[in-house]
């Protein structure tokens, strides 16, 4: 237990940093700063999910399935390692960007996420491996090898096609794509389904078949949703609505199948825990939505071609349902020490800061000029979250092992 809090504590790390690096984002518009804003945004984005998420979901798979077998020196080996390489990124991509040695820990990070890889499928007990929440832990980590296939194809990709190609921005987005809505979301999922478990509650076959493969139908197919950048032929447009019903249906069948026995788990539970695991149903709820509506051609037209749309997309799903998950479950295993009036604190700062961007982006597509003021309210909104952050990662500090 004292060492995942450790492994806790750097995760929360990474957490601050990220949003640090995303005041200095917000600001760039109205601060000189001699730095190079799109090494900035590498770095951003690396870390958070690399650095935070990767870290944090790792614990939670390990604390779940692995903490009862004698695999702990062999883990730690696996896990520094992997810092490693997420701190040689840290402190090469801010000043190099793309160049040879942030591909090089960018490089050595995927060898090191395939060696967890093969660590969990090895070393899981054979008794968890009939649970359905090994089943969506363990399709969600061949999401996460799967979406590695991006990054490697980048490197191809630059040496023919190059940067400006179609190839290089869909290699990225199919990283995006099977790191959040398989690798993150099927995982957390998982760890979800563990903790019913852990209550005495598992999933019935009849149940767990349908909702596995629809989820499971729908994250391929939604990533038609990242394709339709290029105004593809109409068939993309029927697939990606088609993965966005399925999911929108699987989700619908957990919720009715999980609801009158969570209600009762519930009563166990800790406020913040209930609390978060309600704001993450709602995220949830609209992030299926707007995969639905973004397979409409007059909704991607428009979302495609306005960066805060999508920065706001991306930070609900990572900001609000990820994170808050994550955290939500790393205090409910007490590996994490949060109070209920700092997670609501960082709740209100992530609504305003998706709710100014938000509006930034539609009034682009209104036509409407904004005032050069929303910058800095932008700015102060994300120096809200970080305030919120920095605190969470002070009240996990000072616990105790």
């Known amino acids: 237990m004292r060492m995942l809090k450790r492994h806790t504590n750097i995760a929360l790390i990474y957490f601050f940093l990220i949003a640090f690096l995303g005041v200095m984002l917000r600001i760039f518009p109205i601060v000189d700063m001699p730095v190079n804003y799109r090494f900035i945004v ?39 390692f992997t810092q490693i ?15 040879l040695f942030s591909i090089i820990f960018s490089s050595l990070f995927l060898l090191a996420s395939y060696w967890f890889v093969y660590f969990f499928f090895k070393h899981c007990p054979a008794t968890l491996k009939k649970k359905p929440s090994y089943k969506l832990v363990k399709i969600s ?21 190059g940067s400006g190609s179609p190839w290089y921005r869909n290699a990225i987005y199919f990283f995006l794509h099977f790191q959040y809505n398989g690798w993150f979301i099927v995982a957390l999922c998982g760890i979800f389904l563990f903790v019913f478990e852990q209550k005495s509650y598992t999933l019935s076959r009849k149940v767990f078949t349908p909702f596995y493969y629809l989820l499971n139908g729908g994250v391929v197919l939604t990533f038609f949703l990242s394709l339709l950048w290029m105004h593809p032929n109409w068939s993309f447009y ?28 519930f009563k166990e539970m800790s406020s913040l825990v209930k609390t978060s695991v309600w704001m993450a149903i709602l995220f ?15 909704i991607s037209d428009t979302v495609f071609t306005n960066l805060d749309m999508i920065i706001s997309y991306i930070h609900w799903v990572f900001l609000g349902l990820v994170s808050v998950l994550l955290m939500a479950f790393l205090y409910q295993f007490q590996l994490m020490k949060l109070s209920l009036s700092r997670l609501y604190f960082y709740i209100a700062g992530f609504f305003l800061t998706e709710l100014l961007i938000f509006s930034r982006g539609m009034a682009a597509i209104a036509g409407i000029e904004m005032t050069s003021y929303l910058h800095l309210l932008i700015g102060i ?3 809200w979250l970080l305030i919120a952050i920095a605190l969470i990662l002070a009240g996990q500090l000072s616990l105790k092992d």
Do not use: D, E
């Open 42 to 80: 590498h770095t951003h984005s690396h870390i958070a999910l690399l650095g935070w998420v990767y870290t944090g979901l790792t614990t939670l798979i390990y604390f779940a399935f692995l903490k009862s077998a004698a695999v702990r020196k062999r883990y730690r080996i696996i896990f520094w």
């Open 85 to 99: 390489t997420i701190i040689g990124m840290l402190v090469t991509f801010p000043f190099t960007g793309y160049a």
């Open 141 to 161: 980590l061949w999401y996460m090898v799967i979406s590695s296939l991006g990054p490697w194809a980048l490197g191809a990709i630059m040496n023919t096609a």
């Open 381 to 383: 909104a994300s120096l």
């Open 238 to 265: 029927l697939l990606a609505l088609l993965g966005g019903v399925m999911q929108l249906i699987s989700f619908g069948m957990l919720f009715r199948a999980v609801y009158a026995r969570a209600m009762s788990i």
């Open 284 to 298: 949830l709820f609209v992030k299926l939505c707007a995969q639905i509506l973004g397979s409409f051609p007059v």
